[in-house]
């Protein structure tokens, strides 16, 4: 089959679509960062993020990836040999800890099995354990992009508070930020990092750090080295709405753009339509017979659901099966789910529509990659998102 024409489906868990609108925003001249205009554009998109944040505090903006954000986290906040506590949602959380531990940083890891959001009573098991507050900061994943599991922040939050524990708290928002429900100053969050090719609707290229006052005061005490990563300079810049060095203008001309996209939809439609359409996945996923990997329902994320491969089938052949017929690209499994699961994507730019094509595209790799499963799955996804549908199938048949 020609995939030549009409567009690729971008179904990957980030990067997600960029909008035309947004690709017209950043197709201007380059203009001079220490001018003017830029001043204008800088405040515009840091008061933007802090709204998507949900946060009045300082947001920093860097040009580069989700990982270089994780880095900041750390090296602004924390000392060599300091204790932290992670939990093991899956890949993510596990290379976030890889990077903590090559900072010399003494991770206390909780255990998971990648089928499961952290747990509050476990974090708040291991703080009431922990009687000299030797833990500097407790890290979490938000949304587990590997797995599909998403966990629940504000009850972490209230971990912290009930044994009373005066760790910093840091999350990952990297794949959750403008898709599901995140407040960081309602939360009591100090650091929150994230990036720009996920709800945002962006390329790759720019990720932000949230950051809180005590999260600010521990940088000030905090001995690791750092200089790119460093706030102080940032916020003296950001101040006048500017950089301490070149930053990726066209790249903040589109943030501008999808900032004002969000604002116009309204943060909490679009957290509507992202549950929507994760529930309408899942009920795709149930009638073809197949397995949603993440165990808790209350936990399923509304950014991507990953789909455990039946025993004998690999999942990145029949991502490759996928991609040739229908010209779509879905998430491979990452780290030990490698082969075993591939993730549909379901954020960012996406409504029903190109959410029905998707997973016509995979019912179709499903049945020409021979993997074993049952027809139904866009019947049941078109019934989640219209009922309507259900009682006209019904009546005519
Ligand atoms: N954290 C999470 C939850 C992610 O999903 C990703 C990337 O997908 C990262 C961190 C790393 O971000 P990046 O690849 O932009 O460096």
């Known amino acids: 089959?020609?995939?030549?024409?009409?567009?690729?489906?971008?179904?990957?868990?980030?990067?997600?679509?960029?909008?035309?609108?947004?690709?017209?925003?950043?197709?201007?001249?380059?203009?001079?960062?220490?001018?003017?205009?830029?001043?204008?554009?800088?405040?515009?998109?840091?008061?933007g993020c802090q709204s998507v944040f949900r946060t009045a505090q300082p947001v920093i903006i860097y040009p580069a990836s989700g990982t270089g954000a994780w880095e900041a986290a750390i090296v602004n906040t924390l000392s060599p040999g300091d204790r932290v506590l992670m939990v093991e949602t899956g890949h993510?959380?596990?290379?976030?800890?890889?990077?903590?531990?090559?900072?010399?940083?003494?991770?206390?890891?909780?255990?998971?099995?990648?089928?499961?959001?952290?747990?509050?009573?476990?974090?708040?098991?291991?703080?009431?354990?922990?009687?000299?507050?030797?833990?500097?900061?407790?890290?979490?994943?938000?949304?587990?992009?590997?797995?599909?599991?998403?966990?629940?922040?504000?009850?972490?939050?209230?971990?912290?508070?009930?044994?009373?524990?005066?760790?910093?708290?840091?999350?990952?928002?990297?794949?959750?930020?403008?898709?599901?429900?995140?407040?960081?100053?309602?939360?009591?969050?100090?650091?929150?990092?994230?990036c720009s090719q996920k709800g945002l609707m962006l390329p790759p290229g720019l990720s932000f750090v949230a950051v809180s006052q005590r999260a600010l005061t521990a940088s000030r005490s905090g001995r690791l080295p750092r200089s790119y990563?460093?706030?102080?300079?940032?916020?003296?810049?950001?101040?006048?709405?500017?950089?301490?060095?070149t930053p990726?203008?066209?790249?903040?001309?589109?943030?501008?753009?999808?900032?004002?996209?969000?604002?116009?939809?309204?943060?909490?439609?679009?957290?509507?339509?992202?549950?929507?359409?994760?529930?309408?996945?899942?009920?795709?996923?149930?009638?073809?017979?197949?397995?949603?990997?993440?165990?808790?329902?209350?936990?399923?994320?509304?950014?991507?659901?990953?789909v455990v491969m039946p025993d004998g089938h690999d999942a990145d052949r029949f991502r490759k099966i996928v991609l040739d017929l229908f010209d779509m690209s879905l998430g491979t499994g990452l780290g030990k789910l490698a082969g075993k699961v591939f993730r549909i994507g379901h954020l960012g730019a996406i409504n029903e529509l190109t959410l029905m094509g998707t997973l016509a595209g995979v019912e179709m790799g499903l049945a020409a990659a021979g993997v074993p499963h049952r027809s139904g799955g866009i019947v049941a996804a078109m019934e989640a998102l219209c009922p309507e549908t259900s009682s006209r199938l019904h009546a005519s048949a």
């Open 1 to 47: 089959m020609a995939k030549s024409t009409g567009r690729h489906f971008l179904q990957v868990p980030g990067p997600s679509p960029v909008p035309e609108r947004v690709l017209r925003a950043m197709a201007m001249p380059v203009i001079d960062h220490r001018g003017p205009e830029f001043a204008r554009l800088g405040e515009e998109v840091l008061r």
């Open 92 to 194: 993510f959380a596990t290379l976030w800890r890889q990077m903590a531990v090559k900072w010399g940083i003494d991770v206390d890891f909780i255990a998971g099995d990648w089928r499961h959001a952290a747990d509050p009573a476990a974090i708040e098991d291991k703080l009431r354990r922990d009687a000299g507050h030797a833990i500097r900061a407790v890290m979490v994943v938000h949304n587990e992009t590997s797995t599909g599991a998403i966990s629940p922040i504000a009850e972490i939050r209230a971990a912290l508070d009930r044994a009373g524990h005066p760790a910093l708290l840091m999350v990952d928002t990297i794949s959750s930020l403008g898709s599901a429900d995140y407040r960081h100053d309602e939360w009591r969050v100090d650091v929150a990092v994230s």
């Open 248 to 306: 990726s203008t066209n790249l903040l001309f589109g943030l501008r753009e999808a900032l004002a996209m969000l604002d116009e939809e309204g943060l909490e439609t679009v957290f509507a339509r992202h549950a929507r359409l994760a529930t309408a996945t899942r009920a795709a996923v149930r009638a073809w017979g197949l397995e949603i990997l993440c165990q808790e329902a209350d936990h399923r994320s509304p950014v991507l659901t990953a």
């Open 229 to 245: 990563w460093g706030w102080d300079d940032m916020l003296k810049a950001n101040a006048g709405g500017y950089f301490p060095y």
